[in-house]
């Protein structure tokens, strides 16, 4: 049970995932507002560019994380009977693996 | 004064129901137990449990107006009417006020509320800095009437897996104790899913202590420590 992600580590995931995201927000809207691109084209290069592309992938699965540990509690306090639950947790997984995938797809797949 | 009050009677009832009632309040009344005694002497079926009457004993711990509290240090002056009593939420009720705290009291011996050391004892006793005694400030004075955990909606939602505010402030106030060598052992016992980390920092606990005590501060502490001896 140690080496699941539960108790402290659950825990840790959410805090530095949440940090860690306030500061990405924070960059994009000091971005936007410092140096806001002139066009959609431009838009699409620097989001596109390495860093940024790198930069967001983290957001994303900070969020993904961020997301799994917290619904996943959510589920625990309400969800009791183990089928249900295990549905539950299934659905919450495949979901979050879709979105995960539709992510890589825009930021790394669809470099043309 | 006017009041409504939670009666339920297993023998008798087949589900709870709110009883009105209006007494006059004596010159003496001051706390809110001194009128639910009042109401006692007119209606003795009317059961509470209550020992000190100093809050020190915290067996008068009971939901008033919405929010948990000792009946014995609440002040008359300052509460709605009608006042509303119920027993503590989520409990099971005995009978009318007095709940069934046995789970309550299994959690709190889940985290071994003793000193653990295994050292030879010294001749006299475990001596302790006046520091280090002072760490057990704020955390040696909870008198386990369980207002914080039943007003505790992640100890609502597990009730026999989260420790809940009482038992886990009790916890901390043993891993801080300096005389205490089963430090990692309680962090250890405490880290899984239920245990502790179902707390949610919602901070019910600390809000309605009627003591003055901020359970939630001590579950912070203890997730810190988790932190720190797992780097």
């Keep these: 049970m140690r080496k699941a992600v539960t108790g402290l580590r659950a825990w840790l995931v959410q805090r530095v995932s949440a940090i860690y995201m306030l500061f990405f927000i924070v960059f994009l809207l000091v971005h936007f507002l410092v140096d806001p691109p002139n066009s959609y084209l431009a838009w699409h290069d620097w989001a596109l560019s390495r860093g940024v592309s790198i930069a967001a992938s983290v957001f994303w699965v900070a969020l993904f994380a961020h997301a799994w540990v917290g619904v996943r509690d959510v589920i625990m306090d309400y969800v009791h009977p183990i089928a249900a639950r295990v549905f539950a947790l299934a659905l919450l997984g495949l979901g979050l693996v879709g979105a995960g995938a539709w992510v890589a797809r825009i930021l790394w797949l669809g470099r043309g | ?231």
Excluded at chain 2, 15 to 42: N, S, T
Excluded at chain 2, 204 to 227: D, F, H, Q
Aim: hydrophobic share 35%; glycine share 4%; proline share 7%.
């Design chain 2, 1 to 231: 004064m006017k009041l409504s009050i939670f009666r339920f009677n297993p023998e008798r009832d087949k589900r709870p129901y709110m009883q009105d009632y209006e007494v006059e309040i004596g010159p003496h009344d001051r706390m809110l137990l001194d009128v639910i005694l009042r109401i006692r002497a007119q209606d003795d079926s009317l059961t509470i449990r209550k020992s000190c009457r100093e809050g020190v004993c915290g067996s008068d711990a009971i939901n008033i107006n919405g929010r948990n509290g000792l009946a014995c240090i609440t002040p008359v002056g300052g509460l709605r009417e009608p006042v509303v009593l119920r027993p503590l939420p989520s409990f099971p009720v005995i009978r009318d006020l007095v709940v069934d705290m046995t789970q309550f009291f299994a959690q709190y011996h889940s985290i071994k509320p003793y000193v653990i050391n295994d050292e030879p004892a010294p001749e006299k006793e475990r001596l302790q800095s006046p520091e280090d005694r002072a760490k057990l400030d704020g955390l040696y004075e909870c008198i386990l009437c369980a207002c914080c955990t039943s007003q505790c909606p992640s100890s609502w939602w597990n009730p026999d897996k989260f420790v809940g505010p009482a038992g886990l402030l009790q916890a901390y106030r043993f891993i801080i104790d300096s005389r205490d060598r089963a430090t990692q052992e309680r962090l250890d016992d405490l880290n899984d899913a239920y245990r502790l980390f179902r707390c949610r920092t919602i901070m019910n606990c600390t809000e309605v202590c009627p003591k003055g005590l901020a359970p939630s501060r001590a579950i912070e502490k203890i997730r810190l420590m988790m932190v720190k001896n797992s780097l």
